[in-house]
């Protein structure tokens, strides 16, 4: 699936409770020849992983293994190559498997849990930072989503849209002295109410940034008549025509794109700076963790990378080495930052990614506190 189709509807489902045993298996991937051809073995191998660990698994009865090996060897089979990207993602369980292609590296694992691991694709999406995009102008409405990898254009929800045809012809028009704007003409008007109609149902299903792309006579009024263009992250005052392909819009939006995602970054670290002053801080894994169970964290910042597997112990972590994690100890966590970052978004705060060595001297890990 593609990292787009990470709504938190699918996210909220994907970390709730299964029955025992959930799996997830997550590895580096290749986009391109040679280097791909080393993806398919790296798979099998982390497959075999699974159905061992499960077979030493004294709580997983053997119609569930064999239940979920078949759902494994069903994902291994149905990997497409050709839409490899940094990462790739499989989730299996006694029903089903999902398979994520995401454009970011992920580490090589098997998690076997009562919930799938997450983390990933939730990094994937914090990182895409999804994104509509609205090409507007007299003559077409088109939807783009975004994210990181570029854009696609969605035909749903209504759109593209275009006008009824109108008798408008400013070449006439001009050469009689009378060249009124189209963009004062009535019917652009009510169409241009029709197109912010559609946008507002969009984004009550799909909350993203929105950014805006037309001539400035469009940008205006779509702003005069509707209100969804008002809260846009950015407006790009650029002409744009119903052909206008992903790449040339891309290109044109890249600037503003490139300072957004740099001023989320800075925003979510500019945060930290002042909670520490205002003694709303937390900072370290043990600090964070139990800041997150309580239900009190605003904001966690994550460097991309970090990542512990420990055994709490008396309401503390303990760091332990994954190869010394015998199968079925119900005392170890597999990824603690995972359920952590889950706990964060369950009781509504906000996950802000951050690059590695940004937080070394807050234990790769800090917080903006509610209270």
């Known amino acids: 699936m593609d990292t787009d189709a990470l709504t938190a509807g699918t996210l909220q489902n994907l970390r709730a ?10 590895m580096p991937t290749h986009r391109r020849a040679p280097d791909n051809t080393q993806d398919a ?29 078949t759902q494994l060897e069903r994902a291994a089979a149905d990997v497409d190559p050709r839409r490899a990207l940094e990462s790739l993602v499989v989730l299996a369980d006694t029903d ?68 009824p045809h109108q008798n408008f012809d400013p070449e006439r028009q001009a050469r009689s002295g009378d060249a009124p704007s189209i963009y004062a003409n009535e019917d652009t008007r009510n169409f241009f109410r029709t197109v912010d109609e559609k946008l507002r149902g969009v984004l009550a299903a799909d909350s993203r940034p929105l950014f805006l792309i037309g001539l400035p006579q469009a940008i205006s009024l779509i702003e005069d008549v509707g209100e969804c263009a008002r809260t846009a992250a950015c407006k790009v005052a650029k002409g744009t025509t119903a052909e206008t392909t992903a790449t040339e819009l891309a290109k044109e939006l890249a600037p503003a ?38 239900g009190r964290v605003a904001l966690v910042a994550v460097e991309e990378h970090f990542q512990r597997t420990v055994r709490v112990t008396d309401e503390h972590l303990e760091a332990v080495d994954p190869a010394d994690v015998e199968p079925g100890d119900e005392g170890i966590r597999e990824d603690i930052v995972d359920e952590l970052i889950e706990t964060v978004l369950d009781n509504g705060g906000e996950v802000a990614f951050v690059a590695d060595d940004s937080l070394t001297d807050h234990g790769r890990l800090a917080a903006v506190l509610r209270f």
Do not use: C, M
């Open 17 to 26: 409770t299964r029955p025992y045993p959930a799996v997830s298996l997550t």
């Open 41 to 69: 073995v790296r798979l099998r191998n982390l497959v075999t992983e699974a159905a061992n660990r499960l077979d030493a698994d004294p709580r997983v009865t053997r119609e569930a293994r064999d239940a979920v090996k």
């Open 96 to 163: 089903e498997y999902q398979i994520w292609q995401l454009p970011r590296t992920a580490p090589e694992r098997v998690v076997v849990s009562d919930s799938y691991l997450t983390r990933n694709l939730v990094a994937a999406k914090a990182g895409a930072r999804l994104f509509w995009v609205l090409s507007i102008s007299a003559e077409h409405a088109t939807l783009w989503s975004g994210t990181s990898e570029g854009l696609r254009r969605e035909d749903a929800h209504g759109f593209p849209l275009s006008p």
């Open 257 to 294: 794109l490139d300072d957004w995602r740099e001023q989320r970054v800075a925003a979510a670290l500019g945060r930290l700076d002042t909670a520490r002053g205002a003694k709303s801080f937390a900072g370290g894994l043990d600090e964070v963790w139990a800041a997150a169970r309580e």
